[in-house]
């Protein structure tokens, strides 16, 4: 414990503080990180949300040498004075991530439990081939733009972003047809604050508890089957809890991502020139994606002190003290870049992925799901960002920075009358059959076109209403509006359960 000759600042005692999601609602979040360090250095108080403070750590090394101290830093929640002394205010966001009682997989476990259930994590993963995740994934790309509107208005995030992720990764768990379709729902009700939160939370774990159970008879080869099987797993509520932070967290995490990279590549030009002009592969303008602006900005899973300490001279860092990593910063920290940028071309020591014993299991299937929902998107379909770049809004939540709707004119010169895989009606597994194309809205050289017929486009994790479209919006017309066809992902989300 190193103190210098600055006073001591404790959490109980600092007024004033700004709320974390002044950071990833930023147009430029750095300047937002710049002014909290210039004040309190690399270690600052905030308010996760309103009543809950922390201490938010923005240096790259203060952040890896937290992260990799499990016994210093917990991420047990009992570890929490909030939870201990019930302080957190009705209703706080942060319960999802910081429950009283911990949740049965590794993520809210230290040492030797979070060995056993990390191993059967890692294992897992490492089981799932490629081929599967990448089929399964140019799937549910494809069914998404068949359900595109176009020619016409789409939003990348509500449309694109959000389901594809969600649903590649409940693929990996094996979860396809209408229970997916169910759980996207569901999580987007609990996501949305909309009426019916308790009972989607219920079907949520009924659903989850029932595909685990099955998963014991059908020798599957995906994470659920792995994990039912796995020597590690004492029981059906390890397994549960162990799929749920892939299927809620982590498709988030996805879905950020894609969103993040399609922005620039649509937004800015420098970054346009340097990826479509060849001089950045894929692979690299991901990465720089991740340098740039990591999705994960501020990780939802904090730390708790496990004793007294002070941090950086003068932050005295109570036994039970939240401690939040601010990632994004950390990327940004001036200490591990040198001044050529080029320098950082294949670079892959960014915090994106975190570090040390939570690190993400899956940074190369995350990047396998969001290159090729990338590369599918950019393929089949001609884009134009429909908001000026600096225009776009960010979702307003503390942890994740992602474009909170993306509106662009998409129009699909590649899929001539194609035949488009879509969900069957026998919703067990995913289904090709023709794409409507009789009485739906007539798309460019014979594309069957708009295919649910209204035009709606509703956002998925807010709700105010959509942008208006500065070019004309294709989906206003009556009698197209009444067209059968293949529901958007709009009617999906919103039919009654
Ligand atoms: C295939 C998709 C993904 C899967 C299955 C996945 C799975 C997971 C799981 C299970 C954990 C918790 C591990 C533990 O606590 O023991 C985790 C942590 C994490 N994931 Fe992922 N993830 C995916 C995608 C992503 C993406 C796209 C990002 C962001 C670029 C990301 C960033 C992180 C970070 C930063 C952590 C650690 C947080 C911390 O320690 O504070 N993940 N991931």
Not at 44 to 53: D, K, N, S
Not at 175 to 197: F, K, N, T, V, Y
Not at 287 to 292: E, G, P
Request: hydrophobic residues 40%.
């Amino acid at each position: 414990m190193l103190t210098d000759e600055r006073p001591l600042i404790e959490l109980a005692t600092v007024t004033d503080l700004p709320l974390l999601s002044e950071s990833t609602t930023a147009p430029d979040p750095q300047t937002v990180y710049g002014a909290w360090w210039a004040r309190w250095g690399p270690i600052a108080p905030v308010l996760i949300e309103h009543g809950v403070p922390a201490w938010l750590v923005m240096g790259y090394q203060e952040c890896c040498a937290i992260m990799r101290s499990e016994y210093s830093f917990s991420r047990d929640p009992r570890n929490w004075r909030w939870n201990q002394e019930n302080l957190l205010p009705e209703g706080a966001g942060i319960r999802a991530f910081s429950p009283p009682e911990p949740r049965a997989g590794s993520y809210h476990h230290d040492g030797e439990t979070r060995r056993r259930l990390r191993q059967a994590l890692d294992d897992a993963i490492a089981d799932l081939p490629d081929a599967q995740i990448k089929a399964a994934t140019r799937l549910v790309c494809t069914e998404a733009i068949a359900r595109f509107d176009a020619p016409g208005p789409v939003d990348l995030i509500a449309d694109y972003a959000t389901p594809v992720s969600f649903l590649a990764t409940a693929a990996m768990l094996g979860i396809e047809g209408d229970a997916a379709m169910q759980l996207m729902r569901d999580s987007e009700i609990i996501a949305r604050h909309q009426p019916g939160g308790l009972e989607a939370r219920a079907r949520i774990g009924a659903t989850l508890m029932g595909h685990v159970r099955a998963s014991r008879e059908r020798f599957g080869r995906d994470l659920t089957s792995s994990l039912v099987r796995h020597p590690n797993m004492r029981s059906d509520a390890e397994v549960v809890d162990s799929a749920a932070v892939p299927l809620h967290a982590a498709s988030m995490f996805l879905g950020a991502w894609i969103g993040r990279a399609l922005h620039l590549e649509l937004a800015d030009a420098a970054f346009r020139a340097r990826w479509s002009g060849g001089r950045l592969g894929l692979d690299d303008a991901l990465d720089q994606v991740l340098w740039r602006d990591t999705p994960v900005a501020n990780s939802c899973a904090p730390r708790y002190a496990m004793h007294d300490t002070v941090l950086d001279g003068n932050k005295a860092v109570r036994r039970g003290d939240a401690l939040v990593l601010a990632l994004s910063a950390a990327n940004h920290d001036p200490a591990v870049h040198s001044s050529d940028p080029w320098d950082e071309v294949g670079n892959r020591s960014h915090l994106a992925w975190g570090t040390g014993p939570h690190t993400c299991p899956a940074p190369a299937q995350a990047r396998l799901v969001t290159r090729t929902a990338i590369d599918v998107l950019l393929q089949q379909v001609d884009l134009t960002l429909m908001v000026p770049a600096d225009q776009v809004e960010w979702a307003p939540t503390p942890w994740v920075r992602q474009p909170r709707r993306l509106p662009a004119e998409a129009s699909l010169p590649v899929l001539h009358g194609h035949q488009v895989p879509i969900l069957g009606d026998n919703r067990d597994t995913w289904t090709t059959r023709p794409a409507p194309s009789s009485q739906a809205r007539p798309g460019p050289a014979g594309h069957p076109g708009n295919l649910d017929g209204t035009g709606d486009q509703v956002p998925w994790l807010e709700d105010t209403p959509p942008p208006t479209p500065t070019t004309p919006a294709r989906g206003s017309t009556a009698p197209e509006a009444e067209t059968p066809g293949v529901p958007s992902w709009s009617d999906l989300l919103h039919r009654s359960t």
